[in-house]
């Protein structure tokens, strides 16, 4: 980004915040004029580095929620389409998932009740539904669906590495406000289960 760019905009990155891009990249992007993508890759992350942040479990983890409420105000402010909100919404929900699964195990409950009720609260609705809808993977839609219902004991389990209970799955299912989209990536699913099956059978 140009300097003058930011300044002209009045972006900033919130100072003393873990996650601190989110918002300000989210900003960036909003207001741009006109956007160019370049189909290569232009930055490498460093893995298995000693003491690096994204390594570490404390209460810092909770950072990505205040994060994601400035990020989605940013979008409200500057009146971005709802595709550029479904797209930050499900970039700020699979960190939020992230950080949750990597947080101590005594904060998790705590920490995905938080989220849910940012995501459930703060998120518009359309812009939840248009993101469940165009998820890249059917466990990213069922994540964000969870999150605008208040599913926190589902998120906290999966997060945990436990097998979802089926009165957590019902429950989610009632509670959200985006049955049609859930119930369209259920019958989406179990067709091509059905489909997968049914080659293997004829294979063998």
């Not at 690096?52 to 971005?80: C, P, Y």
């Not at 990597?102 to 940012?118: G, H, P, Q, V």
């Amino acid at each position: 980004y140009r300097r003058d760019y930011f300044v002209r905009e009045g972006i900033t990155f919130p100072s003393g915040l873990h996650f601190e891009d989110l918002p300000a990249h989210t900003e960036a992007l909003a207001s741009a004029k006109s956007i160019v993508c370049l189909n290569k890759t232009g930055y490498f992350y460093r893995v298995n580095r000693p003491g690096k942040i994204t390594d570490q479990k404390s209460e810092k983890r909770f950072d990505i929620l205040t994060s994601t409420k400035l990020a989605i105000d940013a979008l409200i402010n500057r009146k971005a389409n709802t595709e550029i909100q479904a797209w930050t919404i499900l970039l700020a929900s699979r960190m939020i998932y992230w950080c949750g699964k990597n947080t101590l195990n005594k904060d998790r409950i705590r920490f995905f009740e938080s989220a849910c009720e940012l995501i459930s609260s703060k998120a518009p609705k359309e812009a939840i539904g248009h993101a469940i809808r165009t998820a890249n993977s059917v466990q990213e839609s069922i994540l964000l669906a969870a999150l605008a219902a208040n599913s926190s004991e589902f998120l906290a389990r999966h997060a945990s590495g436990l097998k979802p209970r089926a009165r957590d799955a019902i429950g989610l299912f009632a509670r959200s406000p985006h049955k049609k989209e859930l119930l369209k990536i259920t019958k989406s699913t179990i067709k091509k289960v059905a489909k997968s099956r049914a080659i293997r059978l004829i294979k063998h």
